[in-house]
C-alpha cells in the first residue's frame, strides 16, 4: 500500500512514540539493574533500523525521500541526550539510560549520532545505487537485516559467552574496545539465514556467489569496523556486495 509522502508526519510520530516506549522499558529496567546497558542499546537500535524499513517498504514503495525524514529525525533525537539537556530534563536523563554504555562515556552522544549520520549516509547510497540500476529495492532489506541482527546479536552473544577476545579502535581516537570472535560468529550465522530467507530474489548461480563470499565479508567488516561504526560499515559493504553479485554475475 503506497501514500503520498506528505502523510509521513502522522506514520513517524507514531513510529517515535513506539521507540520511545521501548526506551523507557528498557531505561527502567537497566535504572532496576535488570537489564545490561549492552542489550538495551542493540534493542533500540534494531528497532530503529527496521521500523524505519518496515514503514518506507509498505507506505512509501522505499522512498528515499522518507529515508532522509527518519534519519534526520533519529539525528535530532540523539543530539537532545547532549549533558547540558540531561542535566536540565530528568525525563532526557532517563531514557538516556538505555543506550548509554560505559566504556562509551564520556562520548556516547558523539559516537551515536555520528553512527547514526554514517547509517544514513550509507543506506541512502544503496538505496540510490540500486533504483538507479534497476535492482529490486526489497534487496535493501537484505544487507539490513544481517546488520540489524548480526550486529544487533553479536555484542549481547559477546558479552555473555564471549571467551576469545580481540581489539578494535574508535574512529575518532585511540581508545581501545574488546570484542569477541563468539559475537563475531553471529554475524557469520545471520548472514546464512538472512540469504536463506532471500534466495527467492536471486537465480542459483548468483546465491550460490553469495552464499561464498557474503557472510565471510561481512563477518570480516564487523571485526575490523571501528567501534560504534561496525552498523555504517557493515550496510554499506553488503550492499555493494550484492550489488556488484548480481550486476556481475
Known sequence: MSIPLQNWPLLEIIRLLLLLGIQCTTSYLVKEGKLKVNYSRKV????????????????????IKYFIISGTLSLFESLIMVEPIRKRISFIAFIFLSYDRPE?????????????IGMNISLIGVAYLYRLSGLPLDLLALPLIITAFGDGLAEPIGVRFGKRKYKTRDLFGDRVYTRSYEGSAIVFLSSIVALMAFNHFFPMNELICLFAVLPLLMTITEAHSPHTWDNPFLYLVGGLAIYFIVLII
Request: aromatic share 16%; no cysteine.
Open 44 to 63: 533500540v537500535h534494531f528497532t530503529h533500523l527496521l521500523s524505519t524499513l518496515f514503514i518506507n517498504r509498505t507506505f512509501f514503495n522505499y522512498s
Open 104 to 116: 562509551d562515556r564520556p562520548h556516547t552522544v558523539r559516537l551515536a549520532s555520528t553512527q547514526i
